[in-house]
């Protein structure tokens, strides 16, 4: 199992970004799949961004997420991405893409970095003039 992130950089504020991250090895055919976008600012626990349901798409945001992120997937390609724009100073985080297999779809609403079972590596995304 891989959960492999890329795209992240330095960005001015009020600029947009896109972050992806590429999975393989889960079956995504079988089961109530999510992936989902968490965040760790230094020194900050980390939080949810946004996810999306492997089959079906249902997503969910973060209030300082909506309106501004878009959470997508590719299932040919087996990838998921997150643009970004409005870019604030306080967006400045590692971006970690995470999975796992939830009871049913409705869950979705519920998830915290204690219900992801795969983890990427991170990458890290600046805000800053």
């Known amino acids: 199992v891989q959960l492999v992130e890329s795209g992240g950089g330095l960005v001015q504020p009020g600029g947009s970004l896109q972050v992806s991250c590429a999975v393989s090895?889960?079956?995504?055919?079988?089961?109530?799949?999510?992936t989902a976008w968490f965040r760790q600012p230094p020194g900050k626990e980390r939080e949810l961004v946004a996810a999306?349901?492997?089959?079906?798409?249902?997503?969910r945001y973060s209030e300082s997420a909506k309106d501004r992120f878009t959470i997508s997937r590719d299932n040919a390609e087996n990838t998921v991405s997150l643009q970004m724009s409005s870019l604030k100073p306080e967006d400045t985080a590692v971006y970690l893409c995470?999975?796992?297999?939830?009871?049913?779809?409705?869950?979705?609403?519920?998830?915290?970095?204690?219900?992801?079972?795969?983890w990427g590596q991170g990458t890290q995304v600046t805000v800053a003039s």
């Open positions: 995470a999975a796992a297999d939830l009871r049913d779809s409705m869950e979705i609403r519920i998830i915290t970095p204690q219900s992801m079972t795969h």
């Open positions: 090895g889960l079956p995504f055919g079988d089961g109530h799949w999510v």
């Open positions: 999306i349901m492997w089959r079906g798409g249902r997503r």
